[in-house]
């Protein structure tokens, strides 16, 4: 099956600098990749997704990279706000029926203001 | 148009004791999910509906059972609780079609078992 690896675990960065969160996946099946983002004690958020026949998408400061030869995808965030502080996870899906998601194990994001 | 609702919240039980955790969606979504997040560890998938009369185990199915109860719920069962399943369960929710496949996700579950 899908096996999706994110980095780093966590990552803590100045208000207004820019965060990077990496995920690698092993199906080359695999042409779905959403991001998802949870506040403490809430449910997981969708933020942004891609798909295979994409390279990059950018939403305001988020935006995310693709490299379907490398079979990894980015997250990148820029002038991060406190209210960025989440944890994010990644991941992959074969959009074959079920679209059934596998997830990164997640990338705790502090942002000190 | 509540999305997709999951009881109850939190809930306490005793080693071997038994529950039924309700996920209920009102989006006419076909696939629904059973999720399980422990620190450290991401979402875990524990056993998947693509479609009304159809389930499958996901990553970490022993010791669960589902039923697809009609199109809109979806129900996971602990038949005798052990302390390794002390968690945060989470239902979810996706589209069928390729323009659709956003997940949602219930409010989850905090379980505790002693």
């Known amino acids: 099956g899908e096996n999706v690896e994110q980095h780093p675990s966590t990552l803590s960065v100045q208000e207004g600098d820019s965060a990077v969160i990496k995920c690698t996946y092993s199906?080359?099946?695999?042409?779905?990749f959403p991001w998802y983002k949870q506040e403490l004690g809430k449910r997981p958020q969708l933020i942004i997704d891609i798909r295979s026949n994409v390279g990059e998408k950018k939403d305001q400061r988020i935006a995310v990279t693709l490299n379907k030869t490398a079979k990894h995808f980015s997250l990148h965030i820029t002038e991060t706000q406190p209210e960025d502080s989440a944890v994010y996870f990644c991941?992959?899906?074969?959009?074959?029926?079920?679209?059934?998601?596998?997830f990164g194990k997640g990338t705790k994001l502090s942002v000190i203001p | 148009n509540a999305g997709v609702t999951q009881t109850p919240k939190f809930q306490v039980l005793k080693t071997g004791q038994s529950m039924t955790l309700q996920c209920a969606q009102d989006?006419?979504?076909?696939?629904m999910y059973w999720y399980r997040q422990d620190p450290g560890m991401g979402l875990r998938l524990i056993y998947y509906?693509?479609?009304?009369?159809?389930?499958d185990k996901g990553e970490v199915p022993n010791g669960y059972n589902v039923s697809r109860l009609n199109k809109r719920e979806f129900s996971l069962r602990l038949e005798s609780a052990a302390p390794s399943q002390t968690s945060v369960y989470f239902c979810?929710?996706?589209?069928?079609?390729?323009?659709?496949?956003?997940?949602?996700f219930g409010q989850g579950t905090r379980l505790t078992v002693v």
């Open positions: 509906s693509a479609s009304e009369g159809t389930t």
């Open positions: 989006m006419n979504h076909n696939s």
């Open positions: 199906d080359s099946a695999s042409n779905y």
């Open positions: 991941a992959a899906s074969s959009g074959a029926g079920s679209y059934q998601l596998t």
């Open positions: 979810a929710s996706i589209g069928s079609t390729r323009a659709n496949t956003e997940a949602f």
